[in-house]
């Protein structure tokens, strides 16, 4: 028995030619032939409808960044301090309600850590005094991940800005965010700004931030992503003193 | 770009930045799966996090022998996404909320014709050039082979080898992967 050519039967399931009656003939009588022509008629059916599966738009980066908080909250920010493994811990928890129904009131959301800081350390006027006077001083350590050469300097002066100066910060493909945490509440923080890859900014600090409790300076990496909360992995981190 | 069996191996071993090269690789999938069944993005990215949640768990059960990373995954995300469509189905009937809620986004495709199609196009992604754009002028086009070969300069011949063994490629590939060719119904993955 003469099966059919495999080019056949891929004209045959592209409908591209139609079937001789000798063909039809022997498909009709070979089980073989006809699984291997339904099969090929399935699979090209099937690719017809791929391009739209073609170019998918990559998954999101909070997205992952949940997933690993969940496998191994040491492994989203390897600095391993049990407190760092708690802001990581959080933020999988947060993005899993956000997804639901948070988004719209994030920004509010952040703001209301604003609002809830109970004792104003200083305000604009305080700056009338003096330019350079400094209210409160870091030193920036690295994390267990980061170059040990990477350091820092934060001032903070009395004219509500913040003087950050930083040295060798691993590249990054996204870009290093300062932030003032709560060391006693590690998912309460302020975001103070970006670096833009300068080594020494000044950057303004909200008014009525309570700097006894948010002292905790921390540098992270953040991809851009358009999601404005800490993405987990910090970089620098000290604590300010007056 | 690292095989399956490579992605598997370093898996297997524990290795998170595995996870993420599958995650990279294949979330876009999964999320794609999630959302077409449960018809919003909220419960598709939840459903997302559960399966390479699990698939970490579940490292060792996934066998390069039995199917690809993807076939894998997509499987799993296939179960919870049921699973999340059951239970909401379940609490709409105890508070006799609307159904129509949890009903998926199109109910004309079924799940397993998703997967089908998400395999296939992964696979037609990884095949040859050459072989690779035949088809798509074949499937996508709707050329025939003289008009694939005038459009492509290539002679008749080879247009002729290049669209029989992308086929016969596709085809493996989703006798392997595919989900409504049936092999995947039962396997140790299940308990994910
Ligand atoms: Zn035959």
Redesign the interface.
């Known amino acids: 028995m003469q099966h059919l050519d ?2 056949r039967l ?2 045959l ?2 409908s ?1 030619d139609q079937q001789h009656s000798d063909e039809s003939e022997h498909l009709a009588g070979c089980a073989g032939c006809r699984y291997d022509l339904e ?2 008629r ?3 059916e ?6 739209d ?2 170019d ?5 980066e909070h ?2 960044r ?3 908080a ?3 909250p040491a ?1 989203a920010s390897p600095g391993g301090s049990a407190a760092v493994t708690d802001l990581a811990a959080h933020r999988g928890r947060a993005h ?1 309600r956000r ?3 948070l988004a719209p009131v994030l920004a509010a959301a952040a703001a209301a850590v604003l609002a809830v800081a109970g004792t104003v350390v200083f305000d604009r006027l305080a700056g009338r005094t003096g330019g350079e006077q400094v209210l409160a001083r870091a030193t920036l350590a690295p994390l267990e991940t980061v170059p040990a050469a990477a350091g820092g300097d934060v001032r903070v002066l009395a004219d509500g800005q913040m003087r950050v100066d930083v040295r060798g910060l691993p590249l990054t493909t996204g870009f290093h965010e300062v932030w003032l945490i709560d060391p006693d509440d590690l998912t309460k923080m302020v975001a103070i700004g970006n670096l833009s890859g300068q080594p020494d900014v000044v950057l303004p600090v909200p008014v009525g931030t309570d700097l006894n409790r948010y002292r905790l300076v921390d540098v992270s990496d953040e991809p851009h992503d358009g999601d404005a909360t800490h993405s987990g992995r910090s970089l620098l981190r000290g604590t300010l003193t007056s | 770009m690292s095989s399956d069996d490579e992605l598997a191996e370093r898996l297997r071993d524990g290795d998170e930045k595995a996870l993420r090269t599958a995650y990279d690789r294949h979330g876009a999938a999964v999320l794609y799966l999630a959302q077409r069944l449960l018809g919003n993005r909220a419960d598709a990215e939840d459903v997302t996090q559960l399966t390479f949640v699990a698939a970490w768990t579940g490292r060792d059960t996934f066998d390069p022998g039995r199917g690809t990373m993807l076939g894998w995954l997509l499987g799993i995300a296939r179960r919870k996404a049921v699973d999340r469509l059951r239970s909401a189905a379940r609490d709409d009937r105890l508070t006799e909320t609307v159904r129509a809620q949890t009903a998926p986004a199109d109910e004309t495709e079924s799940p397993e014709r998703i997967v089908d199609r998400l395999v296939v196009a992964d696979e037609l992604g990884r095949l040859p050039d050459e072989q690779r754009r035949t088809l798509e002028l074949a499937f996508y086009d709707d050329l025939t082979h003289p008009q694939i070969a005038a459009v492509t300069g290539l002679p008749l011949g080879t247009v002729k080898s290049h669209i029989r063994r992308g086929m016969a490629n596709l085809r493996r590939r989703w006798e392997v992967d595919g989900a409504a060719f049936g092999s995947r119904s039962v396997g140790p993955s299940r308990a994910l």
């Open positions: 495999p080019d891929v004209l399931a592209l591209e099969s090929l399935e699979v090209s099937i690719g017809a409808q791929t391009q599966l073609r998918l738009p990559p998954p999101p997205l992952w949940a997933i690993e969940e496998i191994a492994a899993r997804s639901r129904w």
